[in-house]
């Protein structure tokens, strides 16, 4: 059956479900209540990120537009590694995508090696990574800029100018995961110059093309403000994707 591949000229929008919900059976009325929401909103390219042991089943017969991605994945293809899933697995269980480096991750010990490691796996197993930075805090001499800098140069060492069509960068600050707001569009917009800056730094002009995304607190009322002023080409979003009628509103807001 045939990977989908989404149209990134539309707004993207991830919905990241990270360990939830409790069983497939709501897993499947999430995603049926998902596939919902985009028959209208045509002007949106949704990729969902579901626990890795429901892919499989809620891609099974699916034909529509709606993408899959892996929450996170090792690089190695197979191995003595208890516990964990692979991205070759992900790849075979009709996933398309990989949020690579998601900051629940690294909290949890992942290392910038360990990002570029799987980031560079995605690329040769066929997988779009979404590639994820952020700082943990900001400080008023900005030293988060160097942070993200290094975030950018270690996962983007080494890879093909012509890949970063295939990738995606969504700059999650640690500190809006699971927040009250987002940041403000104003800063994401600084942040999303810098990044790019960054990315051209690393891998020349070509970086100029690249698609950056903002997670963090967004919701239904600031979903489309960050896209329009923040000029970034999508999102990342956790728990408003699981709520029905908050993430049917998000996309609306998006196509309206
Ligand atoms: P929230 O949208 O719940 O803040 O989570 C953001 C996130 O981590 C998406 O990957």
């Known amino acids: ?9 539309k707004a993207v929008v991830v919905a990241n479900w990270k360990m939830h919900p409790q069983t497939f059976k709501d897993a499947r009325k999430l995603f049926d209540s998902t596939k919902k929401a985009i028959e209208t909103a045509r002007n949106v390219s949704v990729i969902v990120a579901p626990p890795s042991v429901f892919v499989r089943e809620l891609s099974r017969g699916y034909r ?19 516990g964990d899933v692979s991205l070759a697995q992900m790849r075979d269980a009709r996933c398309t995508y990989a949020i690579v480096g998601h900051a629940e991750r690294r909290a949890r010990g992942e290392t910038n090696e360990d990002v570029a490691a799987q980031l560079k796996a995605s690329l040769s197993l066929g997988l779009s990574p979404i590639l994820c930075v952020g700082e943990k ?21 080494g890879i093909k ?3 970063i069509k295939k990738i995606l960068i969504a700059y999650e600050p640690v500190w809006a995961i699971g927040a009250v707001k987002p940041m403000t569009s104003r800063d994401m ?12 730094e690393s891998i020349g002009d070509a970086g100029m093309d690249v698609r950056i995304l903002y997670g963090g607190a967004i919701d239904q009322n600031t979903a489309r403000p960050m ?11 956790g728990r408003a994707s699981l709520e029905r009628g908050v993430f049917v509103a998000i996309l609306e807001s998006l196509s309206a």
């Open 161 to 163: 100018p012509s890949d």
């Open 189 to 200: 917009h600084e942040m999303g110059i810098f990044i790019r800056k960054c990315v051209v």
């Open 64 to 82: 529509g537009r709606i993408a899959f991605a892996a929450q996170g994945a090792r690089a190695e293809l197979e191995g003595a590694f208890t």
């Open 137 to 157: 805090e900001r400080s008023s001499d900005g030293t988060h800029y160097a942070f993200i800098k290094e975030e950018l140069r270690s996962a983007l060492s």
């Open 227 to 237: 896209i329009e002023e923040a000029h970034v080409h999508g999102l990342l979003v």
């Open 1 to 9: 059956m045939a990977h989908v591949t989404i149209d990134t000229m």
